[in-house]
Nanobody, 115 residues
Framework: QVQVVESGGGLVQAGGSLRLSCAASGSIFTIDTMGWYRQAPGKQRELVATITTRGTTNYADSVKGRFTISRGNAENTVYLQMNSLKPENTAVYYC?????????WGRGTQVTVSS
């Protein structure tokens, strides 16, 4: 059984920073791409950032220059460093682990940015 668990969310003031962590455990095939997505109330889930096994990154335009995705030294871990947070960044942030067979999702971690 595969588990994907996020952590690091919380309440922060605008302009502040948070670092999200995600780790996958269990019998999982080779992960090709790890990513972060978010879903704000009343909106669809959207891409925040992804990183491939080769380290190629992709960011939503709205977070470029403020957010950084990175792979951890431990296998199947990924981080999202979020700086200069804005109230519009408030959402549930989900971690994704994509293999050749399927994509695994965590349950999400709440990020709330107050103005």
């Amino acid at each position: 059984q595969v588990q994907v668990v996020e952590s690091g969310g919380g309440l922060v003031q605008a302009g502040g920073s948070l670092r999200l962590s995600c780790a996958a455990s269990g019998s999982i095939f080779t992960i090709d791409t790890m990513g972060w997505y978010r879903q704000a109330p009343g909106k669809q889930r959207e891409l925040v950032a992804t990183i491939t096994t080769r380290g190629t990154t992709n960011y939503a335009d709205s977070v470029k220059g403020r957010f950084t995705i990175s792979r951890g030294n431990a296998e199947n871990t990924v981080y999202l460093q979020m700086n200069s947070l804005k109230p519009e960044n408030t959402a549930v942030y989900y971690c994704s682990m994509e293999t050749s067979r399927r994509t695994y999702w965590g349950r999400g971690t709440q990020v709330t940015v107050s103005s």
